[in-house]
Nanobody, 120 residues
Framework: QVQLVESGGGLVQPGGSLRLSCAASGSIFHIVAMGWYRQALGEERELVATLNSGGGTDYADSVKGRFTISRDNAKNTVYLQMNSLKPEDTGVYYC??????????????WGQGTQVTVSS
């Protein structure tokens, strides 16, 4: 099995920064892509940022220029550096990974979610 464990959420003032971490463990043959999603209260879950195995990235328009997704392959960990945070960034952030456990088997995995609150 593959497990994703998130950390780094918390309360921060507008304009502040946070870095989220998501560590994958278990039977990992290949990580196709990892990403971050968020869900604000009363809203649908939305894509924040993705990073594929070739290093390509995609960001939601609302976070471009403020958020950066990166990885540490040796640790099977993906990060989300969040700068210039706004109250609109408040929500539960979820880590997602599309991961092969063998050459022919893959699954999408989700972390447990971590709360990010941006408020003065």
């Amino acid at each position: 099995q593959v497990q994703l464990v998130e950390s780094g959420g918390g309360l921060v003032q507008p304009g502040g920064s946070l870095r989220l971490s998501c560590a994958a463990s278990g039977s990992i043959f290949h990580i196709v892509a990892m990403g971050w999603y968020r869900q604000a209260l009363g809203e649908e879950r939305e894509l924040v940022a993705t990073l594929n195995s070739g290093g390509g990235t995609d960001y939601a328009d609302s976070v471009k220029g403020r958020f950066t997704i990166s990885r540490d392959n040796a640790k099977n960990t993906v990060y989300l550096q969040m700068n210039s945070l706004k109250p609109e960034d408040t929500g539960v952030y979820y880590c997602n990974g599309r991961i092969y456990s063998s050459p022919s088997r893959w699954n999408d995995h989700w972390g447990q979610g971590t709360q990010v609150t941006v408020s003065s």
